[in-house]
T-cell receptor, first 115, second 113 residues
């Protein structure tokens, strides 16, 4: 089965530093997502992306966050000035189309630790 | 607002015993319901989903779930647990076309030998 790839698997950074989390969605998919899971808490929706623009974002996705599809394959999440509370597992996901019946394909996640 | 509640952050069963993981949801519109599984150090994988039609849905690895509208439930079951089923299981509901999933808190399934 095709896979969503995320790099790195672990990222450690100092508070205030910028981080970029990288994702390669499945090649023919059109919709891309970032979710995060703080340890011991629920998975939370951050942002969805379609046709080179954000289609929906949550309250968590404030001005310090941005997403980009710089080329035809990568989908990145940038956190401009990391805070301790940004420590979480970040999941990228993609799906082929808009139907709610289609499943999301998830990457294996990037564990971000902000010190 | 939509929400998902999973009863029990940890469920422990013996190998060969019945697995029952509970999920209740609230939604003002007909929901699409999903169970995802997360094995250690891996991403989330779809186990099964309910969209329309038959309310008993079968998924991978012998799991199944039944949508009960009157009880607003979508409990996950497996007749006989296997050691390889040890993982965290997440129930989720999708209620809009943008496919934003609302997630439960997850239930860690522990299998005792």
């Amino acid at each position: 089965e095709p896979e969503v790839t995320q790099t790195p698997s672990h990222q450690v950074t100092q508070m205030g530093q910028e981080v970029i989390l990288r994702c390669v969605p499945i090649s023919n998919h059109l919709y891309f997502y970032w979710y995060r899971q703080i340890l011991g808490q629920k998975v939370e929706f951050l942002v969805s992306f379609y046709n080179n623009e954000i289609s929906e974002k949550s309250e968590i996705f404030d001005d310090q966050f941005s997403v980009e599809r710089p080329d035809g394959s990568n989908f990145t999440l940038k956190i401009r000035s990391t805070k301790l509370e940004d420590s979480a597992m970040y999941f990228c996901a993609s799906r082929p189309g808009l139907s709610r019946t289609e499943k999301l394909f998830f990457g294996s996640g990037t564990q971000l630790s902000v010190l | 607002a939509q929400s998902v509640t999973q009863l029990g952050s940890h469920v422990s069963v013996s190998e060969g015993a019945l697995v029952l993981l509970r999920c209740n949801y609230s939604s003002s519109v007909p929901p699409y319901l999903f169970w995802y599984v997360q094995y250690p150090n891996q991403g989330l994988q779809l186990l099964l989903k309910y969209t329309t039609g038959a309310t008993l849905v079968k998924g991978i690895n012998g799991f199944e779930a039944e949508f009960k509208k009157s009880e607003t439930s979508f409990h996950l079951t497996k007749p006989s647990a296997h050691m390889s089923d040890a993982a965290e299981y997440f129930c989720a509901v999708s209620v809009d076309s943008n496919y934003q999933l609302i997630w439960g808190a997850g239930t860690k399934l522990i299998i005792k030998p």
